[in-house]
């Protein structure tokens, strides 16, 4: 038994689905015959990266290490002088397997003779199995299409990653295989999440599929594969953009936010991700989170500054380290809480999530079925995980429709991002060649099923279940 993975990093559900109806792209409409489509959640913040821990960790990225994208260190042990902080944009995205919560095993690392290619977290692969002559070419060309915001050259990454996976698959018997293909991602970023980038994009992980499925076809082990063709996020459209760092310095603060992070005697730290997802962090000369009843007077009133701009969909307010209040300029506030593994949201001046009622002492999956059809899906469980997180910031900020937060410094403008709360940023497909014996919820459920359909021990502890 094997099981590959293709990650189509950014694709949406519909996006998806229009796709195969129009009959244009056979292998994938192929896989939808075979074993179906299903919408399951990603993560908080719904961002490349943090987003690929519950594919390859079966975890949510907070409870793992990875609040976010960008992120800032109030205990100085992970990031260094003069500015301690992190974001994975750039050169330290080799980073990110040493700030992963030891503790808490990858899936390379329970399957050790497992390959990935263009995955940003490879902790237990050794480097012959990240596909090596691929990677190293790809990544000084990854690096140089990023920065010149070139999304042809993304194209051209995602076609070398899939040369590799299908030549991966036809001379070798790995038992897992994860590939991302980054092309839609940057594709919707620059052209909207229907434009004809992203279906070209998309030609390219059909071609992956029929390719890769020829030959185990043609070997007799197509019935002993499951290939799974997924998304980290989705996207949605952006026509405005708040300069979230030149605003809070507007504020009177001074603030640490990327690119430009060495400034002395700074107050608070912004640290963007998706772009429409933020944490922020006050009283920064404390090592330890001093939480929303602890905090300076000033960081209050920054909270309700913040909570009026239009950006503001969410402002999350951690008032300690099992309970977070949810605030919503529009329709109220609630306080989202967790004891253990279940969960409560209690209504107190509104129903921000959208709810309709409170939850008390829910589990996982109750909570989920709770919020299913809200535009926050799984928004409990998300925020208490994240909210929890000893990196998360004081304050955390989910964007609303149409606007993101950071206005300066992208190679590529963006007319289309991510990384909120919202239904559009947080329902990404599950597409596979057999039906599940349950309906996936999560993309977390994806780590725990290979490794169940592999025969392997699964962990304790995780955030997803096995729909093997």
């Keep these: ?169 036809r001379e070798a018997n790995a038992p897992f295989v994860f590939a991302a293909l980054t092309g839609i991602d940057k594709s919707s970023h620059a052209y909207g999440h229907m434009s004809e980038s992203v279906l070209e994009a998309l030609r390219i992980v059909d071609d992956t599929v029929s390719a890769v499925r020829y030959d185990l076809e043609q070997r007799g082990q197509w019935s002993a594969t499951r290939l799974w063709v997924t998304s980290d996020h989705g996207h949605s459209r952006v026509s405005q953009h708040e300069d979230l760092a ?89 306080m989202v809480t967790r004891n253990g593994e279940c969960v409560s949201y209690l209504m107190l001046e509104g129903d921000p999530l959208g709810v309709g009622s409170d939850l008390h002492d829910a589990t996982a999956v109750e909570a989920y079925d709770a919020t299913w059809r809200t535009d926050y899906p799984d928004s409990i469980v998300q925020i208490a995980k994240l909210a929890a997180a000893e990196r998360a910031g004081d304050m955390i900020l989910s964007a609303s429709r149409d606007w993101d937060f950071r206005a300066r410094y992208e190679p590529i403008p963006h007319v289309s991002s991510h990384g909120a709360l919202h239904r559009d940023h947080m329902m990404v497909p599950l597409l596979m060649n057999r039906p599940p014996a349950r309906t996936p919820r999560r993309t977390a459920d994806v780590m725990p099923s290979a490794l169940a359909a592999l025969g392997r021990d699964v962990p304790s502890g995780l955030d997803g279940e096995s729909f093997v």
């Design 1 to 169: 038994m094997s099981v590959i993975v293709i990650l189509a990093d950014g694709v949406r559900v519909d996006t998806l689905t229009s796709a195969i109806d129009s009959g244009a792209f056979p292998a994938l409409g192929q896989l939808r015959a075979d074993g179906g489509l299903h919408s399951v959640t990603s993560a908080f913040p719904s961002v490349t990266g943090p987003a690929y821990t519950p594919f390859l960790m079966g975890r949510f990225p907070g409870s793992v290490g990875l609040p976010g994208l960008r992120w800032y260190d109030r205990t100085r042990a992970a990031c260094t002088f003069p500015d301690y902080t992190r974001s994975y944009v750039g050169y330290q995205m080799r980073a990110m397997d040493r700030d992963l919560d030891p503790m808490a095993s990858t899936i390379f690392e329970l399957v050790p003779d497992s390959v990935a290619a263009l995955s940003v977290i490879t902790r237990g692969l050794s480097r012959r199995r990240q596909l090596a002559s691929l990677t190293a070419r790809s990544a000084l060309r990854a690096a140089r299409t990023h920065f010149r915001g070139d999304v042809k050259g993304w194209l051209r990454v995602d076609r070398e990653v899939s040369d590799g996976v299908i030549r991966q698959v």
């Design 246 to 334: 030149r605003v809070i310095a507007g504020f009177g603060h001074r603030v640490i936010a990327h690119p430009w992070v060495y400034r002395l005697n700074a107050d608070v730290a912004v640290m963007v991700s998706g772009n429409a997802m933020s944490h922020v962090y006050v009283d920064l000369e404390r090592r330890a989170r001093p939480f929303w009843r602890a905090m300076s007077e000033w960081g209050h009133e920054l909270a309700e500054q913040l909570l009026g701009r239009p950006s503001v969909d969410l402002l999350l307010l951690p008032t300690d380290a099992t309970s977070c209040v949810v605030w919503s300029r529009a329709k109220g506030r609630a």
